[in-house]
């Protein structure tokens, strides 16, 4: 019988499980029961939030993956409150790390745009959102996206209307390193940005508010190829939303943050396969 070539699921799975092992120990306890693995844990989350599915669901399916199940190793399925338990278990800075993990996989330019965008914190119905009294129904996301390989590098998320240029900084302290020139709209348009930027030798290309002629001469002066690829940054967050779900399905919102962290990571594997 011909060997069937490896699927883009299968593909993923074996990237995903070596990403994990080199963020996360074995097991999260020594009085752990040893059943299952932290790594298979973080790709089977993975994996949920790829194929934007319940708990139940990706189970049901991984009955008939079992190549998928051999790359992870797993002789047996958890339940699904065994991931929902790892789920709350591993912290933020966990996958913090997997997502830097994953930008490595991708050859980044160092030409980095900044933007923002809304998701739902529930795909419930209005009845429930106002007896539930959810006021706020998005949830803010900036991601940090390399322009030219679409990478995510980092993101913030915040409950909270907070301006473009106070979440700005934050990104900007966190990856010096992985940024050369940073690409952001009006938005951003903020002299404490331009200093903290400069002072990490990141060269801000950021259009200016046209308040005065200079402003506007400003911005005539900028590198129309180079700020182009500004874009790509929107481009980014359209693909999140259409590949993963432009809703979040956790209802806390501290899980909200893990679950879309999550999708950042996926997103960079998915690009680097």
């Given at each position: 019988m011909k060997v069937l070539p490896k699927s883009q699921i299968l593909r993923f799975t074996e990237k995903a499980i070596h990403l994990a092992r080199r963020a996360v120990s074995r097991y999260s306890s020594k009085f752990s029961n040893h059943r299952y693995t932290l790594p298979q844990h973080v790709v089977l989350l993975c994996l949920k939030v790829r194929k934007n599915t319940t708990y139940r669901g990706l189970l049901d399916e991984l009955i008939e993956m079992p190549r998928i199940r051999h790359a992870l190793g797993l002789s047996e399925l958890p339940t699904p409150s065994t991931l929902c338990k790892a789920f709350s278990r591993l912290d933020m800075a966990v996958w913090r790390v997997i997502l830097t993990l994953s930008a490595t996989l991708l050859p980044t330019s160092g030409i980095v745009g900044v933007d923002a965008s809304g998701f739902d914190r529930?795909?419930?119905?209005?009845?429930?959102?106002?007896?539930?009294?959810?006021?706020?129904?998005?949830?803010?996301?900036?991601?940090?996206?390399?322009a030219k390989v679409n990478a995510i590098l980092d993101l913030h998320v915040t409950t909270t209307r907070k301006h473009d240029s106070q979440i700005a900084p934050s990104l900007i302290k966190r990856n010096p390193d992985d940024i050369d020139i940073l690409l952001g709209d009006k938005g951003y348009d903020d002299q404490k940005i331009r200093r903290l930027a400069r002072y990490h030798e990141v060269r801000p290309l950021i259009k200016h508010r046209e308040s005065t002629s200079l402003h506007k001469a400003w911005n005539a002066r900028l590198d129309a190829n180079l700020?182009?690829?500004?874009?790509?940054?929107?481009?980014?967050?359209?693909?999140?939303?259409?590949?993963?779900?432009?809703?979040?399905?956790?209802?806390?919102?501290?899980?909200?943050?893990r679950e879309l962290t999550i999708a950042c990571l996926v997103h960079n594997v998915d690009r680097s396969l």
């Open positions: 529930s795909h419930a119905s209005k009845h429930y959102t106002k007896r539930a009294e959810l006021t706020i129904q998005q949830l803010k996301v900036t991601l940090l996206a390399d700020y182009g690829q500004r874009s790509q940054s929107e481009t980014v967050n359209s693909t999140l939303k259409r590949k993963y779900g432009a809703f979040v399905r956790s209802r806390r919102w501290w899980k909200q943050f």
